[in-house]
Nanobody, 116 residues
Framework: QVRLEESGGGLVQAGGSLRLSCAAS????????MGWYRQAPGEQRELVAIITSSGSKNYADSVKGRFTISSENGKKTLYLQMNSLKPEDTAVYYC??????????WGQGTPVTVSS
């Protein structure tokens, strides 16, 4: 199994920054790709950023140039650096891992609130 635990969310003013972390544990060798998703109240969960199995990084158009996804220690830790935050970035942010043997795994989510 693969377990994911997010941290780093909180309340920030518009224009500020936050860094989210996701700690992966268990059979991390099975992870193919990892990413960040978010879900705002009343909205569907959407992709924010992803690191694919080839190492390429893809971003939602709404966060390009403001957010940066990265990983350390061979996928043990995933980060999302969020700069120039906007009120519309307010959501619960989820860490996601696509694994070879256990399908898609999710963390419990960490809330981010951006005040105007």
């Amino acid at each position: 199994q693969v377990r994911l635990e997010e941290s780093g969310g909180g309340l920030v003013q518009a224009g500020g920054s936050l860094r989210l972390s996701c700690a992966a544990s268990g059979n991390i060798f099975s992870i193919k790709s990892m990413g960040w998703y978010r879900q705002a109240p009343g909205e569907q969960r959407e992709l924010v950023a992803i690191i694919t199995s080839s190492g390429s990084k893809n971003y939602a158009d709404s966060v390009k140039g403001r957010f940066t996804i990265s990983s350390e220690n061979g996928k043990k830790t995933l980060y999302l650096q969020m700069n120039s935050l906007k009120p519309e970035d307010t959501a619960v942010y989820y860490c996601n891992a696509d694994t070879r043997y256990w399908g898609v795994r999710w963390g419990q989510g960490t809330p981010v609130t951006v005040s105007s």
